[in-house]
């Protein structure tokens, strides 16, 4: 949290004992002529939230009555000296303007993967970081926990260690779960957490008593990223997601997923499942909205639904003119996004 200086308040203080309202805007713009000046004389609140003092600050001054204005600083007054965290994480939401990278929008667009400190592209399959970094810092808290059911190369336990959240990461393969310890060893741990790896089949684990090794009783976010079917197919065993025989298949064990994690989720917290559709003998399948509709089946309601773009998988490197004619040629469009669904547990 970006720290403010209390001479700065104090001043926005005795302005509002100040009654002429020339008076209070000439003192508006010296104040606010000296957070834009580099010397400052030690008084200058920390970057980046300099732009928004600043722009707080030019709406007092363009205030046209003494009520307004005072209405304006008592705000800011507020936002630098009090704190209102969210019920279900850490943001100060009287510093809202503060969280510019923290997207809104049921449209994200993101150009290139974080792969900074332990992330790394290197596992067929696995989500951007951005994702899990987005979900943490908006619906837990530092000291919480997060469960992945899917945990890959471990993606979402990276961002855990970061952010301060304890973090269970279920894998079925072996050899994948022996990647993701090892990927999330490399990442620093300064809040001092937890990072627990299940090799194991997240449908027919046994959560609450792998819960009660580590002396957990229940989590506080779940996220998901299951194979999109059969799209990739990641090993041999047939009790992998991607190796199902049949959608059918596929939406019973992922169905049999949500009933096991349903009891481990604190009542109230959210559940986020990312997924994409596939193309089967000229058919679009909406494997997303048919996964969505699982959840929904079971307890949950249904918060957000967030389209994610993506520019390249793999699958199609390199090959952006041959799909491009196949599109052509077979009457249909390229996948270039995918669904997240927030749930939360009602």
Known sequence: MIKSDPNITGELKKLLEEKNIKKIKSSVSSLKKEIEDSSGNGRILLVPYNEYIIQDLTQIYKSQTIE???Y???RLIKSLS????????DLNLNRWKEYKDIITDSIWIMDKRDKSGAHNGGYWGNFIPQIP????????????????TFLGSGTT???????GRNGIGIELLNKVAKLADKNISKEENPFNVKTEIVNGDSTKLDYKKELKKISVKSVQFILMHPPYWDIIKFG??????SNAKNLKVFL????????????????????AVVIGDKYSAGEWIPLGFYTMQEVLNRGFKLKSTIVK??????????????????????????FKHEYIFLFQKI
């Not at 009090?82 to 994480?89: A, F, L, M, Q």
């Not at 970094?133 to 992945?148: A, C, H, I, P, S």
């Not at 041999?236 to 997601?241: F, H, I, S, V």
Request: proline share 1%; hydrophobic share 30%; glycine share 8%.
């Open 236 to 241: 041999e065993n047939k009790n992998d997601l």
């Open 309 to 334: 773009n993506f520019e390249e998988t793999k699958g199609k490197m390199n090959q952006k003119e041959l799909w491009r004619y196949r599109a052509l040629a077979g009457g249909f469009y390229i």
């Open 72 to 74: 304006y600083i008592k």
């Open 133 to 148: 970094n987005q979900f943490l810092r908006r619906y837990t808290k530092k000291g919480e926990w997060v469960l992945d």
């Open 68 to 70: 307004r204005t005072k």
């Open 82 to 89: 009090e704190v209102k965290t969210g019920k279900h994480n």
């Open 252 to 271: 019973k064990k992922f169905g049999d997923i949500i009933d096991k994690t349903y009891p481990l989720l604190d009542k109230g917290r959210y559940l």
């Open 157 to 163: 336990l990276i961002e855990c260690k970061r952010l």
